[in-house]
């Protein structure tokens, strides 16, 4: 299997019901936020159906990683730390993804948001031609 990543870029002003359903079970409630996906034909669906607000490209490995060790959140709003993942058993944050990306593990049973809240990108969003990859590296480097 592959990882997706996909990152909403609009709003939600005057966003339809169905869609705004569909970005809801996507975890993408607000503009710039990101999530990691398990790619499968139903969540490639919903990104079609999604696809006027939100972006995504396919996540190579060590950028999944670079995103949790950055971005990542517990539920009480705390940084994914090393010590966490230790004490649910998960060595480091390489095995965190692979057993995501495997279908081992969900995040939220163990405690971890299932989406990433970024600042805008660096110069903004530009108009003409633009991968996630790219805006997400953006976005990161805004961050820090």
Same mark, same amino acid.
């Given at each position: ?61 060590? !950028? ?8 990542? !959140? ?71």
């Amino acid at each position: 299997m592959s990882l997706l990543i996909a990152i909403r870029t609009k709003g939600t002003i005057n966003v339809r019901k169905d869609v705004k359903k569909t970005l809801e079970m996507l975890h993408l409630k607000r503009r710039f936020n990101a999530t990691v996906l398990r790619d499968s034909p139903v969540v490639r669906g919903m990104l079609q159906k999604a696809k006027d607000y939100v972006i995504w490209q396919e996540l190579p490995f060590e !950028k999944a990683v670079e995103l949790f060790q950055k971005r990542g !959140k517990v539920n009480d709003q705390r940084p994914l730390t090393l010590e966490y993942l230790n004490s649910k058993g998960i060595n480091d944050f390489e095995t965190l993804v692979k057993l995501y990306d495997e279908g081992k593990i969900k995040l939220k049973l163990i405690g971890i948001k299932p989406y990433f809240g970024l600042p805008p990108p660096k110069k903004g969003i530009p108009r003409n031609k633009y991968t996630a990859l790219d805006l997400l590296e953006r976005m990161i480097q805004n961050g820090n």
